[in-house]
């Protein structure tokens, strides 16, 4: 089955400055790449996904990079903000809306 | 955006005894869900998947006899913990699929604690 790694497990950046996250999988035959935010004991939310045809994606602040070659994506987030702080999880999966298989996770600490 | 419920949100239950958890897409007929346990401070586990009028397919590891996965009809989806343990608490949480046609969508629930003791 896909095993996705993720790192790092804790990240603390200040207020303004760019956090990345980093995530690698093992099954080539995955197509698709979504994160997750996560607030603690609450349902994920989506907050950006990738196809494997394209290379990167952008949306304002957020951005995800794939590397299929590599198999390796990762997400980045510029000019951070407290309330970016959450637990992020990277997952990959053989196609939208199939089952999904996530990463370690990422507990990311902005600090005012 | 669509809408997927779990009930309960949370559960305490005596060690040994069952509990059902119920995923529902309320807006949208999901012939498929999926099912996730979370650890504290861990990732989101995927269990088993659950397919409307047939048998749910479960990851390896899982014990199919253990979380028992009802989907009687396109809206509901039930997750029975069976003789529970309190190793068995966790956070667990369902995720279903919008119909075909375009492009499908991936919902969650809200996720349902369960507590042994």
């Known amino acids: 089955g896909e095993n996705v790694e993720q790192h790092p497990s804790t990240l603390s950046v200040q207020e303004g400055d760019s956090a990345v996250i980093k995530c690698t999988y093992s099954d080539s035959a995955s197509n698709y790449f979504p994160w997750y935010k996560q607030e603690l004991g609450k349902r994920p939310q989506l907050i950006i996904d990738i196809r494997s045809n394209v290379g990167e994606k952008k949306d304002q602040r957020i951005a995800v990079t794939l590397n299929k070659t590599a198999k390796h994506f990762s997400l980045h987030i510029t000019e951070t903000q407290p309330e970016d702080s959450a637990v992020y999880f990277c997952?990959?999966?053989?196609?939208?809306?199939?089952?999904?298989?996530f990463g370690t996770g990422t507990s990311l600490t902005v600090i005012p | 955006g669509a809408v997927v419920s779990q009930h309960p949100s949370w559960v305490i239950c005596k060690s040994g005894t069952s509990v059902k958890i119920e995923c529902r897409s309320l807006?949208?007929?999901?012939?498929?869900m999926f099912w996730y346990r979370q650890f504290p401070k861990q990732s989101l586990m995927l269990m088993a998947t659950?397919?409307?009028?047939?048998?749910?397919?479960?990851e390896q590891g899982v014990e199919k006899d253990k979380f028992l996965i009802n989907h009687a009809s396109l809206t509901l989806s039930t997750l029975t913990v069976t003789s529970a343990h309190p190793e068995d608490s966790s956070f667990y949480i369902c995720?279903?699929?919008?119909?075909?046609?375009?492009?499908?969508?991936?919902?969650f629930g809200e996720g349902s604690w369960l507590t042994v003791v």
């Open positions: 997952a990959a999966s053989l196609y939208v809306g199939n089952q999904f298989y």
């Open positions: 807006d949208f007929q999901a012939t498929t």
């Open positions: 995720s279903a699929r919008t119909p075909g046609g375009g492009g499908n969508t991936i919902y």
């Open positions: 659950s397919n409307e009028g047939s048998k749910a397919t479960y």
